[in-house]
T-cell receptor
């Protein structure tokens, strides 16, 4: 089984709309993180939500976590062209390794 | 703001050749990591390194791979005899205290094995 499976795999919306991406995981977690990756570039940490938190905000980002369903969602409000990227959730397995999902490719159309 | 840097940004090599990917972690960080991302696939953990030794490695990190911190600033990943399936983006990350959520990623090296 895979940790951190995101859906949808690809999402295309108009600028100004909200984008919602979901992530499911299999094992228990202490926290879950979301990362952004612009095409061909490195990973940028966006936000971390701890297992005892249900919702967290950072600017236009809103993350929710439902540990009973082992799922998380990332909402980007009022999307911009610059938000076009791939978005990954990641959980920690073992002592130090991050385990990433397949990612959602988000395209914001002007 | 300090950042992790990686060189080269792109490398093309012939199958069977050795490659060394270089990373300069953030200067006060003590924990170092390599991940890879095969095109179109998820980012996968390879290895973590602390106090001059490997602290954790994945099943991908076989005898063909090695890591080293040759001086106070560089952290390298060596692939001894590259295979076609080693073609991927390789990301270095560093962290100050070994807690995974504080890993900072570099921009990656795109390795193409022909």
């Amino acid at each position: 089984s895979q940790q951190g499976e995101e859906d949808p795999q690809a999402l295309s919306i108009q600028e100004g709309e909200n984008a919602t991406m979901n992530c499911s995981y299999k094992t228990s977690i202490n926290n879950l993180q979301w990362y952004r990756q612009n095409s061909g570039r490195g990973l940028v940490h966006l936000i971390l939500i701890r297992s005892n938190e249900r919702e967290k905000h950072s600017g236009r980002l809103r993350v929710t976590l439902d540990t009973s369903k082992k799922s998380s969602s990332l909402l980007i409000t009022a999307s911009r062209a610059a938000d076009t990227a791939s978005y990954f959730c990641a959980t920690v397995q073992g002592a130090q390794k991050l385990v990433f999902g397949q990612g959602t490719r988000l395209t914001i159309n002007p | 703001e300090p950042e992790v840097t990686q060189t080269p940004s792109h490398q093309v090599t012939q199958m069977g050749q050795e490659v060394i990917l270089r990373c300069v972690p953030i200067s006060n960080h003590l924990y170092f990591y390599w991940y890879r991302q095969i095109l179109g696939q998820k980012v996968e953990f390879l290895v973590s390194f602390y106090n001059n030794e490997i602290s954790e490695k994945s099943e991908i990190f076989d005898d063909q791979f090695s890591v080293e911190r040759p001086d106070g600033s560089n952290f390298t990943l060596k692939i001894r005899s590259t295979k076609l399936e080693d073609s991927a983006m390789y990301f270095c990350a560093s962290g100050v205290n070994g807690v995974p959520e504080t890993q900072y990623f570099g921009p990656g090296t795109r390795l193409l094995v022909l």
